[in-house]
């Protein structure tokens, strides 16, 4: 079989894992940032999208592989903060750099300039990354299934506990969503869009509702453009909805979200 994007992507991330030592003292920093975030007040993904009614995790993304550069004059800060006038739930910053041109960075100014939830979105493979997401200032962070084994995904579930970090477990449209609701995740995404394929399938995303425990947060990704869409997986089940380059393409950011929210 070809090599896919994602597989691509993935590989890219272990390398520059293996070719970048981590660094002294991270894990103690990373737990000190942990308490930092607990005596200031934790901000909590799943309590911000568990709201009633429909809730956008609006996303800084710059770049995708299928999009090439989305926004000409991106700033993750100035994004972040008319998203959060248009009525974001959480902010999500895509920080991987070789395919979405993303920046780690990205996180702690985002998170210093607006009071909501935090998503560190990027492909994650190992603790080390947890870690240095704490570090950064991340309240939440995204795990992909399809890239992690059981034993794996179990060791990233309890350090992200251990520091703190909620986690949006990733499932795609085309897959069997079992070992995401087994690892009792809390908040579960569908991705309609195959990372391997790039084939979009909104339909699919609206049939798993159903094989989704009504006591998580579910999250619907990707291919969301418009209030209709948004309110057809609302009633399918979906708490809430991770919106990227409709948003970052739009004029009017806020605008292109309260339209999602509310309709015209």
């Known amino acids: 079989m070809a090599e896919s994007v994602l597989d691509r992507i993935v ?3 272990r390398q520059r894992l293996e070719a970048a030592p981590e660094q002294p003292g991270l894990a103690d920093a990373a737990k000190a940032a942990a308490d930092t975030r607990r005596r200031h007040g934790l901000r ?11 809730a ?3 996303e800084c993304k710059k770049a995708s592989p299928s999009a090439g550069l989305i926004r000409s004059d991106f700033d993750p800060v100035s994004l972040a903060r008319t998203y959060a006038k248009g009525g974001a739930a959480a902010i999500s910053v895509v920080t991987e750099p070789d395919h979405f041109r993303g920046d780690p960075q990205w996180l702690a100014v985002v998170r210093h300039a607006v009071d909501l939830p935090v998503l560190r979105k990027d492909f994650v493979v190992s603790p080390r990354q947890l870690m240095e997401s704490a570090v950064l200032g991340a309240d939440a962070v995204l795990l992909i ?3 992690l084994d059981r034993e ?3 060791e990233l579930l309890v350090t992200a506990s251990d520091l703190d970090l909620e986690v949006l477990l990733e499932v795609f449209a085309d897959e069997d969503p079992s070992q995401a609701v087994n690892s009792g995740a809390g908040i579960i995404g569908v991705n ?3 990372l391997a394929t790039f084939e979009m399938r909104l339909d699919r995303v ?3 509702a159903a094989e989704l425990p009504a006591d998580r947060v579910r999250v619907a990704e990707s291919g969301i453009r418009d209030a209709a869409a948004v309110s057809r997986l609302h009633r399918a089940g979906y708490d809430a909805f991770l919106v990227g380059e409709h948003l970052v393409r ?6 292109a979200l309260r339209l999602l929210l509310y309709g015209p």
């Open 11 to 13: 590989a890219d991330v």
């Open 44 to 54: 909590s993904l799943r309590k911000a999208l568990a709201e009633p009614g429909p």
């Open 56 to 58: 956008v995790i609006a």
């Open 145 to 147: 299934s399809r890239l």
């Open 152 to 154: 794996l995904l179990e």
């Open 192 to 194: 309609a869009r195959d």
């Open 206 to 208: 609206e049939e798993l």
């Open 250 to 255: 739009a004029e009017d950011p806020a605008a």
